[in-house]
């Protein structure tokens, strides 16, 4: 079975930054496509990054100049490098893992940022 382990997010104040990581683990096949949606409370789960095994990245519209998404494919690690936090960017960030045509999502962490 995959597991994706999700860590990083807590609080920050506007203009602060914080860092996710998330894991994959428990299969024995390469993974694809890797990265983030979030969900804020009252609004429809939007993409923030992914990034593919040869290192192509995508960013929601909301987040391009402020976040960037790395990854080791040796660790099957993704990180998300977040800068500039807005309060809006304030949701329940879900990381997911593409491997052979599956989805598999992790368990959400927190991300609040206060004025």
């Known amino acids: 079975q995959v597991r994706l382990v999700e860590s990083g997010g807590g609080l920050a104040q506007t203009g602060g930054s914080l860092r996710l990581s998330c894991a994959a683990s428990?299969?024995?096949?390469?993974?694809?496509?890797m990265g983030w949606f979030r969900q804020a409370p009252g609004k429809q789960r939007a993409l923030v990054a992914s990034i593919t095994s040869g290192g192509s990245a995508n960013y929601g519209d909301s987040v391009k100049g402020r976040f960037t998404i790395s990854r080791d494919n040796a660790k099957n690690t993704v990180y998300l490098q977040m800068n500039s936090l807005k309060p809006e960017d304030t949701a329940v960030y879900y990381c997911?893992?593409?491997?052979?045509?599956?989805?598999?999502w992790g368990q959400g962490t927190q991300v609040t940022v206060s004025s």
């Open positions: 997911y893992s593409a491997i052979r045509g599956s989805i598999y």
């Open positions: 428990g299969s024995s096949f390469s993974v694809n496509a």
